[in-house]
């Protein structure tokens, strides 16, 4: 799909700040997709649509959720996760992108989830550190992603899990799960060096 087109499409979804935090995770993660190798134009495809579905209602989200028979403990986590896998199954069934490995990355931008793929961690890391973010350490999060992919998804999620529990909120597993896992798995290259 052409990106005036995409961006067109998923304009009409958002609020004005929303689309310009979309543009700022496309350029972003064109960046990285260049600096790692990952594929440019499914790294911006997922990129401009990966908040598809953040301005839907939340009772027309719990249905898909439910309908679509995605995770049930999605429901008693914060609404926040929602429009991750329910804007994949959006953007399938709507706009018409089948492609796997973006509906993945659109799906998993904000739990992430155990091996996740390169397209995965850029658009993850793209839509935490796009130059429209202002909060403590984003700064350093951008230097590690020019450095090390996987040490700049470690560090945002280990923010945002220290944000939640600060917070006295639920984390949602799969987020501890992809923390603990690319720990252990960065644990493992460093020994085998």
Do not use: C
């Not at 028979?69 to 329910?86: G, K, R």
């Not at 199954?89 to 390169?118: C, N, P, Q």
Request: proline content about 3%.
């Amino acid at each position: 799909m052409e990106r005036e087109r995409a961006l067109e499409i998923v304009k009409e979804q958002l609020t004005e700040h929303r689309y310009q935090h979309t543009l700022g995770v496309m350029e972003t993660a064109i960046d990285l997709s260049k600096r790692y190798h990952a594929n440019v134009e499914k790294a911006e495809t997922a990129a401009i649509f990966h908040d598809y579905a953040k301005f839907r209602p939340k009772d027309e989200m719990k249905q898909i959720i439910i309908d679509q028979h995605m995770p049930s403990d999605l429901l008693i986590h914060n609404t926040e996760l929602w429009h991750a896998p329910v804007g994949a199954y959006l953007v399938k069934t709507e706009v018409g992108i089948e492609d796997e490995e973006i509906l993945d990355a659109i799906r998993f931008h904000t739990s992430g989830r155990e091996k996740m793929t390169l397209l995965e961690k850029v658009i993850f890391v793209a839509d935490y550190i796009e130059p429209g973010r202002h909060f403590p350490g984003v700064e350093e999060g951008r230097e590690l992603a020019k450095q090390d992919l996987d040490k700049a998804l470690i560090y945002a999620l280990r923010n945002t899990i220290t944000f939640l529990a600060k917070k006295n909120q639920a984390i949602y597993p799969d987020t501890v799960r992809t923390y603990n896992y690319l720990l252990i798995e960065k644990k493992g290259e460093s020994k085998g060096e």
